[in-house]
């Protein structure tokens, strides 16, 4: 049977003062973009949760402000309303052990692909032998051996997001951010990403927090999808997903039954116009 | 490896027959571009005969044939085209130097590159010619004076095209290095200098032109050697085909800058050749 979460909003729900422990709270958020002198509402009020080593993707239709929302979550744009707290402390600028990832690579062309991994590294001091051993084993751990020399404009769009994505986990965060990291590549290079990027946050004990348009890849993925509304949004749903112990595997997970009762349920419950 | 200059019947590799007809695309734009000016010369000649009223207004290409080897004979080519390259490295090296520090230091400030937009309008639509005068009075009728005149007509076209460069920058690149926790002067080394290169790049090939002008634009004025000054000494003494003599050692000057402004940028922007 498939558990259906009642409406997400839960003032305090993990927003107690003890909830020190949870990686992210995020309470009563709104954020807004000034338009010709008039406020346009992205966010309305926006509540969740995302607990340790808890993989959350967050589904909503077209242009409902996920991105608004990833983008305060991780400090970019300041909310005009609610509290966002990292391990239960309100940050002022960008949380510290977040890593973020766009549907764009945004590798530097001038780095090659080790020189990119180690760019944070660098950012944050770590001696350079040290940064380069840490990158070149990540790069490895990716499938991207022998490939480390190599400037961005000589990979294929696969190979790019696996180096954005060895960028992202070398600094070792604890929460990662996605905003559909893997939307342009083709089905099968996104499957394969997908399932060595969920082993190795699975495997290192990380959260994630992953914004998506595929239902497919939210189900298999997450432990909960979090449904938006349209414009401005909220949390509509929320989905405990149940597929067993092993959730590493969302290739052979997809063959379970559940899940494509879980697609179904989601999309049904989904803001989608139909045309 | 299949050498691409055998004979038909003998199949060459996809690769060496690639190779093959981009060769053969720049031998025939090349042939093309040769006949072309053979042509004109040709043209030329028969329309100016010795002695003809049209070969003392229009000049003759065996006339100038003849004072090339003339000048050359005497060393003022090598004189005058020295002085010339000298002042016009100097000035392209300082508008250039002082341009670009500006420009990408204006990236640093919304506020300050906000105040000072309109000066630099207002400076950049100045006629460098029409400075000659006062840079003349201020800097003597030396070398400085065509330093200061090259140095002059570089300077806007470096700083804004390397500001361009520099607020072109992707902003979500941008961000991506705040969620690393960069420190703005880190954005603007390890982000914005690199990203602006192409740039730069683009605007140094411009303004060896700009340099060059500068430097004849200040032997027009007032000097006693240097290519301007012996188009501008040949010119008052009608002789037209010394003229474009010395017109075509600039010319040659200005393609020979050039061209090592080519080899020095693909030697600092190598992502680009690997691509």
Redesign the interface.
């Known amino acids: 049977m498939i558990a259906e979460a009642a409406t997400y909003a839960k003032p305090g729900e993990g927003g107690a003062v003890d909830g020190a422990a949870l990686p992210l709270v995020v309470e009563h958020v709104a954020k807004g973009y000034d338009f010709n002198g008039q406020v346009v509402p992205v966010i309305a009020d926006l509540s969740l949760t995302l607990r340790k080593g808890e993989i959350v993707s967050i589904v909503g239709p077209s242009g409902c402000g996920k991105t608004t929302l990833l983008n305060t979550l991780c400090g970019l744009l300041a909310p005009d309303a609610g509290r966002i707290r990292w391990h239960g402390r309100q940050v002022v600028g960008q949380p510290q052990n977040v890593g973020y990832m766009l549907q764009k690579d945004l590798l530097f062309p001038w780095r090659t692909a080790l020189a990119n991994t180690m760019l944070g590294l660098e950012i944050r001091g770590v001696p350079a032998a040290e940064a380069e051993d840490r990158s070149r084993a990540m790069l490895d751990q990716l499938g991207l051996h022998g490939f480390a020399d190599h400037y961005p404009a000589t990979l294929s769009g696969g190979m790019r997001q696996r180096v954005a994505l060895a960028r992202t986990l070398v600094n070792d965060p604890d929460v990662l951010l996605l905003d559909e990291p893997f939307a342009a590549l083709d089905f099968q290079t996104k499957l394969l990403i997908e399932n060595d990027m969920v082993s190795l946050v699975r495997k290192g004990g990380r959260s994630m927090l992953l914004i998506t348009h595929d239902i497919e890849e939210a189900v298999s993925i997450a432990d909960r999808v979090i449904v938006l509304t349209r414009r401005p949004t909220a949390v509509k749903a929320a989905y405990e997903i149940e597929l067993g112990s092993d959730r590493a595997d969302v290739i052979s997970l997809r063959e379970n039954p559940d899940f494509s009762r879980y697609v179904r349920r989601i999309w049904a419950n989904l803001d989608v116009a139909i045309q | 490896m299949v050498d691409a200059s055998k004979p038909a019947g003998c199949v060459p590799s996809p690769v060496a027959r690639a190779k093959w007809t981009r060769l053969r695309f720049s031998i025939a734009v090349l042939a093309t571009q040769v006949l072309v000016l053979a042509a004109l010369l040709v043209m030329w000649e028969r329309a100016t005969p010795k002695g003809s009223p049209a070969a003392f207004m229009f000049g003759s290409p065996s006339a100038i044939a003849g004072f090339l080897v003339q000048m050359a004979r005497d060393g003022s080519l090598w004189r005058d085209a020295g002085v010339t390259g000298m002042e016009t490295l100097l000035g392209f090296f300082m508008g250039n130097l002082v341009g670009t520090l500006l420009g990408l230091s204006l990236w640093y400030s919304r506020f300050v590159s906000r105040v000072v937009q309109p000066f630099v309008i207002a400076l950049g639509s100045i006629p460098i010619i029409a400075l000659a005068p006062i840079v003349i009075i201020w800097f003597g009728t030396g070398l400085v004076s065509k330093v200061a005149m090259s140095t002059l007509s570089v300077v806007i076209v470096a700083l804004v095209t390397s500001y361009k460069g520099a607020i072109g920058v992707?902003g979500?690149?941008i961000?991506?290095?705040?969620?690393?926790?960069?420190s703005k002067f880190?954005i603007f080394r390890?982000?914005v200098v690199?990203?602006s290169?192409t740039d730069i790049f683009a605007g140094l090939k411009l303004t060896v032109g700009f340099a060059l002008i500068g430097a004849i634009v200040g032997e027009f004025m007032s000097s006693s050697e240097g290519l301007g000054h012996a188009i501008f000494k040949a010119g008052s003494l009608y002789i037209i085909p010394k003229v474009f003599a010395a017109l075509v050692v600039t010319i040659v000057l200005a393609l020979v800058l050039t061209w090592i402004v080519g080899k020095i940028e693909r030697l600092l922007?190598?992502?680009?050749r690997?691509?």
């Open positions: 992707d979500d690149q961000n991506l290095m705040k969620t690393l926790g960069a880190q390890k982000l690199p990203a290169l922007i190598p992502w680009r690997q691509a």
